[in-house]
């Protein structure tokens, strides 16, 4: 059953809402603008907040919905922790918005987008900014104790720590680099959601090149960005995922990194998201 609690105005121009997920779970997420649905699905330890930017330049074209992934910001946290709970929160998320969407799905979130896709939900489009495959030999693979180290970093209370090995183990930044960095009390309420992402990334950043499955089973039209400016590794793995989904376009923003300029990423978006209202297919 979906729940939705109205909870009032959170920041200038959007207004904050709940909904109950399939398990109980709380999740809040923000509607900014007016049209048709557009959700976004964010990377590790991003929450709604890191949305507002991109959000504002949408606003004119769609209904854009940024929420706090389970365990995040607002939004509640069930235990045990399983991927099928993401993809359920999604899922309710959808209905409680009108039934479908555009979704929009960067890093870690992309692939968690991508899953959802592949399950049935109702996503109309989906477009997806660099999921972090590692799929040939540009850069180190993860551990195959990676998922399982967090876990028991957070559960030692060293959640810093858990977010330390993240920065060095899964993004690469050198550890005297990260040594250096100031303390975020904000990531030490979040390190534990590391973890979850680390699940939905599966086994695919081993180094080794996708399996056809389940990317082959997202059937609607997508989108696959990376950016000009972005690791070998990165690149490559956007393109193998583009080669595999039954009907995807895959485009490289010029000059861009893993965090692209909004005023370069939302050109493509509305292009692409706007095209299928052009043919009068709007969710």
Do not use: C
Not at 9 to 22: I, W, Y
Not at 178 to 199: L, S
């Amino acid at each position: 059953m979906v729940g939705i609690t109205w909870l009032g105005h959170d920041t200038e121009g959007t207004l904050m809402k709940t909904v109950t997920s399939r398990d109980g779970t709380t999740i809040a997420y923000d509607k900014t603008g007016e049209g048709p649905v557009l959700i976004f699905v964010d990377g590790a330890t991003a929450t709604r907040a890191a949305d507002v930017s991109l959000a504002s330049v949408l606003a004119p074209h769609f209904s854009v919905i940024a929420y706090d992934r389970r365990g995040r910001g607002d939004s509640g946290d069930t235990a045990p922790y399983a991927v099928e709970r993401e993809i359920e929160d999604l899922e309710a998320l959808i209905a409680a918005v009108g039934g479908s969407a555009f979704v929009f799905g960067h890093s870690s979130g992309a692939v968690l987008a991508l899953r959802a896709a592949a399950s049935g939900l109702p996503i109309t489009r989906l477009a997806v900014y660099e999921p972090p495959f590692i799929t040939d030999d540009s850069r180190p693979p993860l551990p195959d104790d990676y998922v399982e180290h967090l876990d028991e970093l957070v559960a030692a209370g060293r959640r810093g720590d858990a977010f330390a090995y993240f920065l060095t183990t899964a993004v690469g930044l050198p550890e005297e680099i990260v040594a250096q960095m100031p303390a975020d009390p904000g990531i030490e309420n979040v390190a534990h959601t590391i973890a979850y992402d680390g699940r939905v990334m599966g086994d695919t950043m081993s180094g080794k090149p996708l399996a056809p499955e389940p990317w082959r089973s997202v059937t609607v039209p997508a989108l696959v960005l990376d950016g000009g400016a972005s690791p070998d590794f990165m690149r490559a793995g956007a393109r193998q995922l583009a080669d595999l989904l039954p009907d995807a376009r895959h485009e490289t923003l010029a000059g861009q990194d893993h965090g692209p300029a909004d005023d370069v990423l939302a050109p493509a978006l509305i292009e692409f998201f706007e095209e299928w209202g052009r043919n009068g297919l709007l969710p």
